[in-house]
């Protein structure tokens, strides 16, 4: 591809970056345009006022779009299929029946927000949600209360990991946007999700569950498919498989640290190998047979209904991924047309923390269109230049990922399919959700945002 110089100035690139992101945000909310298709016009609009050649701009949008997915489809995918593996095998109730039997019935909520953490993992949101209500439900119904006493925490932990930690498609869209180590970011997503939920979702919901009394829904029965094994899978399992990619990628990373001390020598084969099979994408995968295998045919379960299952898991995230991909588009665009440079200068100028310009983007993105994934991709992208000019590397990157990240669940409110799940789940009107799911979001926003500044700072 030819070579091109820009010769528009800072200050007409910038406006140009804030009337793209002002023409997403219409797109999205006002003329209900999908985001995927949204992303892909406002790329091309972008790319054509910036001046880059037209017989650029299509390797440009594809080249971006293509080397995005590459990273993203495979780890997105798998997850999926590893959540919906242990989802369907009753794994979540398993889990949280015996934390609550372990914990004691005083501190059920705190039992049913650890299940949700550990399931927060593979499971998605909304899925983990649905999976853990009529468990929640039942623990709720059997030692009284308010709702939310139970609720809140079950939500937050799935918030929290959704947010913060890979293989989740918003924090593993950044982390390829902007280059961050996928192990490394597993670890710091862990530190800060972990507070986060104990503030957030333990003690809050323990707070306003006191303040605000909801009564548990007395209609929930769980559906059961009487074709399929009536047994759950032993708790140990469920934990096992769980840890078993995590493992494999911490090992990765550990390989990768001993190769930067000078420990090992990086062209063994068996150095070699083991990296291959700690990346993520083959981790996620050798954790999906395995799951498949132990939750399948060797619980009795027909082949052909695993494979039905595993199908199933894929149909929900294809939205996402490609969302994921048009984000990394238009994060192409912004880097090739200058754009990104030009936004790092001035950030240089105004002596803003490139961490806390990316959360406050996020913020803002947030807050206009609703959806915390579009809103973490499309900070990524706009940051992203600013952050390779800077030089950014390991615990720093992280740590930026994870305040975008903080940026992207701020002040949920109408525009977010979040906050109808929840409250339509939990039967509450719009002020009370605002009262509850929004002040928890925020919350989460504030202390991740905190934290993965002191992370920053220390690093």
Known sequence: MPEFEQTLGAGALISIAAGAVALLLVLIIQFRVHAFVALILVSFLTALVTGIPAANILTTLTSAFGSTLGGVALLVGLGAMLGRLLEVSG???????????????????????????????????????????????????????????????????????????????????????????????????????????????????????????????DNVTEEKNSDEPTTLPSPGLVVSLLLLPL?????????????????????????????????????????????????????????????????????????????????????????????????????????????????????????????????LITAAGLVQPAIQAAGYQGLELAAIVIAVASGSVMLSHVNDSGFWLVGRFFNMDIKTTFKTWTVMQTLMGLIGFTLSGLIFWLA
């Open 91 to 217: 794994g979540a109730q398993a889990l949280a029946d015996d934390l609550v039997r372990r914990f004691g019935e005083k501190r059920a909520p705190m039992a049913l927000g650890i299940a949700s953490l550990f399931f927060g993992f593979p499971i998605f949101f909304d899925a983990g949600l649905v999976v853990m209500l009529p468990v929640m439900f039942t623990v709720g119904r059997r030692l009284g209360g308010s709702l939310l006493l139970y609720g809140i925490p079950v939500a937050t932990a799935f918030s929290c990991m959704h947010v913060f930690v890979p293989p989740h498609p918003g924090p593993v869209a950044a982390s390829e946007l902007l280059g961050a180590d996928v192990g490394l970011l597993i670890i710091v997503g862990l530190i800060v999700a972990i507070p986060t939920w104990i503030l957030a979702g333990h003690f809050f919901g323990k707070w306003i569950g006191n303040r605000i009394y909801l009564p548990i829904p």
């Open 247 to 375: 493992i494999l990628i911490f090992m990765n990373t550990g390989l990768d640290f001993a190769r930067a001390q000078g420990w090992v020598d990086k062209g063994a084969s068996w150095f070699q190998l083991a990296r291959a099979i700690g990346s993520t994408p083959i981790a996620l995968l050798i954790s999906v047979l395995v799951a498949a295998y132990v939750l399948g045919p060797m619980r009795g379960r027909d082949p052909v209904k695993v494979e039905r299952i595993v199908d199933s898991a894929l149909g929900p995230v294809c939205s996402v991924i490609l969302i994921t991909g048009a984000g990394g588009m238009f994060g192409g665009v912004l880097r090739a047309s200058g754009i990104g440079n030009a936004l790092s200068g001035v950030l240089a100028d105004i002596g803003m923390p490139i961490f806390v310009a990316g959360f406050l983007i996020s913020t803002a993105l947030r807050v206009a269109q609703g959806s915390a994934t579009v809103a």
